[in-house]
Every structure is written in structure tokens, then in C-alpha cells.
């Protein structure tokens, strides 16, 4: 089936530093991505939907300073935490949707930041 | 009304019994109702999944009840076993194209502890 790929899987960052994670459609392209945050036994929050070739949409709340977005081709979309902090430490999740061929959604392994 | 509710919270049974999670949505315009399954550090994986226009679906020992009239959705997970234990997410979207298009709502998240 489809695989969504995320790297790193883990990272570790001093507070202030900036950290670059990727998210890559293997098998199929995909105009859009999300990504989503999810912190500790919580579900999954929506913080944007990436879209190839132009600018992120942002959810209500979530700072697109602070969280960069870049999606300059169909397989590969990445988020930059900039100037991380404590905060910001948490479980970052892409999706990939193959909108061509299936239409269904899926998910990446995950990303766990922690920032010192 | 882009709220997914889910319950219970956590859920134990013993292996060889019936897991049920509900969950109930509002927006009316969703058209996707996605089951995840979550291990711990690891990103969402699809379970199954219906759509309006069916009220249930199958999938060994999976299956998804929906009532649409009810605006209610549910996971059923016959014959648990200790390898189900895990987080259960419902999810629900909408699929018909547009900016919402692959976007998904989240319920709250299941955590089903199945007993040997």
C-alpha cells in the first residue's frame, strides 16, 4: 500500500535552535499534505494543510512564523519549528492524501521533538 | 460543529470479548469516517473505514456500525485479543473535493486495554 515517510523519527534540540522535519509520499504524489500535532495521550490536532506549489493554510491558533511549511514538490512536504522551546516539544504527524488513485489518507510514523 | 466525540475514554476487556467505541459527530457534511489504530510512538494507522452510504462494514474482526440519522459512528472489535491494545482513533472528514478535501476531525481517542 501507500508509505508516508517521516524523518527524522527522533531529535533532540537545544531551545532556541530550529529543527526541519520531512514528510515524503513514497509511491504516489500527493498535492496535499497535513500535519498534525499531538502531544502525550492526547489526540491528534490539525495545525495545517500543506499544498503543493503555494502557500500553507494554517489552523486557528497555530503560529505560521513559528511553523514553517514548504511544500515545493508532490512527494515532499516539511515543517520548520523555529526557535524551538520546551513548549514545542511534542509528536508531529504528517498525512498524505493519494487523491489521485484512491483517495485515501495516510499517515507518517511521527516525529518526536524534544527540545532542551 | 467540526467536533468528533468519542467514548469511553479507556476501555479494558478480556481477550476473546467485544470492543465497542462510539462516536458521535455533527457536521453533517462530512462523508468519511475512518477508524485509526495508534501503538505507542508511532503514527496513526487505518483500521477501516465506511462512508454514508452503507450502515455497517466488515473487516475480520472489525466492524463499523454508522447511523446516519443519529450522526453516530462505532468500532467493533470482536474476539480482542492482547495484540488490539492500543489507542483508537474515530476520525471524520470530507471527502467530495474542495479545501476540506482529506482535512480530518479527530475524536478523542480510545485507550482499549485488552486482558490475556
Known amino acids: 500500500g501507500a508509505v508516508v515517510s517521516q524523518h527524522p523519527s527522533r531529535v533532540i534540540c537545544k531551545s532556541g535552535t530550529s529543527v526541519k522535519i520531512e514528510c515524503r509520499s513514497l509511491d504516489f504524489q500527493a498535492t496535499t499534505m497535513f500535519w498534525y500535532r499531538q502531544f502525550p495521550k492526547q489526540s491528534l490536532m490539525l495545525m495545517a494543510t500543506?499544498?503543493?506549489?503555494?502557500?500553507?493554510?494554517?489552523e486557528q491558533g497555530v503560529e505560521k512564523d513559528k511553523f514553517l511549511i514548504n511544500h515545493a514538490s508532490l512527494t515532499l512536504s516539511t515543517l520548520t519549528v523555529t526557535s524551538a522551546h520546551p513548549e514545542d516539544s511534542s509528536f508531529y504527524i504528517c498525512?498524505?492524501?493519494?487523491?489521485?488513485?484512491?483517495?485515501?489518507?495516510?499517515f507518517g510514523e511521527g516525529s518526536r521533538l524534544t527540545v532542551l | 460543529q467540526q467536533q468528533v466525540k468519542q467514548s469511553p475514554q479507556s476501555l479494558i476487556v478480556q481477550k476473546g470479548g467485544i470492543s465497542i467505541i462510539n462516536c458521535a459527530y455533527e457536521n453533517t457534511a462530512f462523508d468519511y469516517f475512518p477508524w485509526y489504530q495508534q501503538f505507542p510512538g508511532k503514527g496513526p494507522a487505518l483500521l477501516i473505514a465506511i462512508r454514508p452510504d452503507v450502515s455497517e462494514k466488515k473487516e475480520g474482526r472489525f466492524t463499523i456500525s454508522f447511523n446516519k440519522s443519529a450522526k453516530q459512528f462505532s468500532l467493533h472489535i470482536m474476539d480482542s485479543q492482547p495484540g488490539d491494545s492500543a489507542t483508537y482513533f474515530c476520525a471524520a472528514s470530507i471527502s467530495a473535493g474542495g479545501t476540506s478535501y482529506g482535512k480530518l476531525t479527530f475524536g478523542q481517542g480510545t485507550i482499549l486495554t485488552v486482558h490475556p
Open positions: 500543506s499544498n503543493e506549489g503555494s502557500k500553507a493554510t494554517y
Open positions: 498525512s498524505a492524501t493519494d487523491r489521485i488513485n484512491t483517495g485515501e489518507l495516510f
